[in-house]
């Protein structure tokens, strides 16, 4: 007979012993909020800088590339964050809340 080392062994008995655990699932309010905020500030960057650029704000196109640059930054992150939140709210499989960092 072969020998087994229970000690690393995970068995039915095991699980049930831990008793049970709640997950806290709910919603992260401030890191939403800076998500959308974040999204919100990237789309007017860039529009901002679109129409900047196209007018040739300030002499030369430069001041509306840097703001589409800026706003290009914004929305990144902003879009990410609020995407994944509200895949986690509509319950699709493999969002979470806890995929949001904490501020």
């Known amino acids: 007979m072969a020998y087994v ?3 690393f062994s995970i068995s ?3 699980v049930m012993m ?3 655990y709640v997950v806290q699932n709910r919603p992260p309010v401030k890191e ?3 998500a959308v905020s974040l ?5 007017v960057g860039l529009v901002i800088g679109a129409v900047m650029a196209y007018n ?3 002499g030369d196109r430069a001041h509306g590339i840097f703001f589409a640059i800026l706003g290009a930054v914004l929305f990144l992150p902003g879009f990410y964050y609020t995407r994944i ?3 986690a709210y509509k319950g ?3 969002f979470s809340f806890a995929n949001i960092p904490t501020v």
């Open 39 to 43: 999204l919100v500030f990237g789309v």
């Open 32 to 34: 939403i909020a800076l």
């Open 56 to 58: 040739l704000a300030g």
């Open 18 to 20: 831990e008793g049970s």
């Open 85 to 87: 939140a509200y895949y």
């Open 92 to 94: 699709y499989k493999g």
């Open 5 to 7: 080392d229970h000690a």
């Open 12 to 14: 039915d008995e095991d």
